[in-house]
């Protein structure tokens, strides 16, 4: 009798040894049950073709308003733009939406995006450019995508990043956009 209780007694410690190494693992930014989602988009309807061009109106707004409502509730703490017009008008109603709850920052390269990404504590919403969307997707583990065309700004990507392989997920948001010269 003595030896079972010892065999239970042994059981339960080993079991929250290995609990209390899951718990100090997520602490420390482990992945042992974290999941992050990553939303990418390219910047809404923009006003014209030049470099700091801001979004047309009423279309880019309304696209920002939608893009908006679509992630109010998705849990973003970050919120990552580039430093072109553009792309920080079209996170500006999320990010008016969330306050404090997230955090807006500036990044232009692919690989600092990805970095800032991954090491959220929470879901983050990527707002780039026709060129880069596809690198930063690669660079979170995505799939190699072409250079999104010029007339295309309804697409929303998703990466959900965890322990596993990224998993990848594009779908569309706001008014379609033909890709009319792609």
């Not at 999941?35 to 707004?61: C, M, Q, W, Y």
């Not at 992630?71 to 017009?85: C, E, Q, Y």
């Not at 983050?124 to 690669?138: E, F």
Request: proline residues 5%; hydrophobic residues 40%.
């Amino acid at each position: 009798m003595r030896r079972i209780w010892c065999g239970i007694a042994c059981g339960l410690i080993v079991l929250a040894l290995l609990e209390l190494r899951g718990s100090v693992a997520t602490a420390q930014g482990g992945t042992a049950n974290t999941s992050i989602t990553v939303f990418v988009v390219r910047h809404a309807d923009r006003k014209d073709n030049s470099d700091n061009s801001p979004l047309k109106d009423p279309e880019g707004f309304d696209r920002a308003k939608v893009l908006a409502g679509l992630l109010a509730d998705k849990g973003i703490v970050l919120i990552v733009t580039s430093t072109a017009k553009r792309t920080v008008q079209t996170a500006g109603p999320l990010a008016k939406k969330l306050g404090k709850q997230a955090t807006v920052t500036k990044i232009t390269s692919a690989d600092s995006v990805a970095s800032k990404a991954k090491a959220a504590k929470g879901n983050v919403l990527v707002v780039h450019h026709s060129n880069t969307v596809p690198k930063i997707i690669a660079k979170l583990g995505g799939p190699q995508l072409p250079d999104i065309c010029e007339s295309v700004y309804d697409r929303l990507f998703v990466v959900q990043l965890s322990a596993q392989q990224p998993q990848f997920q594009e779908t569309q948001y706001g008014t379609p956009t033909p890709p009319i010269g792609c």
